[in-house]
């Protein structure tokens, strides 16, 4: 069984930077793709990056291509996302999920909020 924990969030100001963090416990090397998502009050969930587990290739919502970085440790058990000229848009509760074949694990989630 597979355990997510994210942690990194907090309150930033508009042009500011946040950095989060997602551990995982558990079987994760079986996983396909790790990555990140978010959900704004009233909003419905939408994916912001998403690193493969195989080789490593990353893809980006287009509302954060060039401010968003997604990464993870070579040993594969944690994902970051460096987020940068943070916008008030980008508040949410950002959620750190793993796919298996389609079936998909999320973490708790955690709230970034970005003031003007």
């Known amino acids: 069984q597979v355990h997510l924990e994210e942690s990194g969030g907090g309150l930033a100001q508009a042009g500011g930077s946040l950095r989060l963090s997602c551990a995982a416990s558990?079987?994760?090397?079986?996983?396909?793709?790790m990555g990140w998502f978010r959900q704004a009050p009233g909003k419905e969930r939408e994916l912001v990056a998403a690193i493969l587990w195989e080789g490593g290739e990353t893809h980006y919502a287009d509302s954060v291509k060039g401010r968003f970085t997604i990464s993870r440790d070579k040993d594969g058990k944690m994902i970051h996302l460096q987020m940068n000229d943070l916008k008030v848009e980008d508040t949410a509760v950002y959620y750190c999920a793993a796919s298996f074949g389609g079936n998909v694990v999320w973490g708790q989630g955690t709230q970034v909020t970005v003031s003007p």
């Open positions: 558990g079987r994760i090397f079986s996983s396909d793709a």
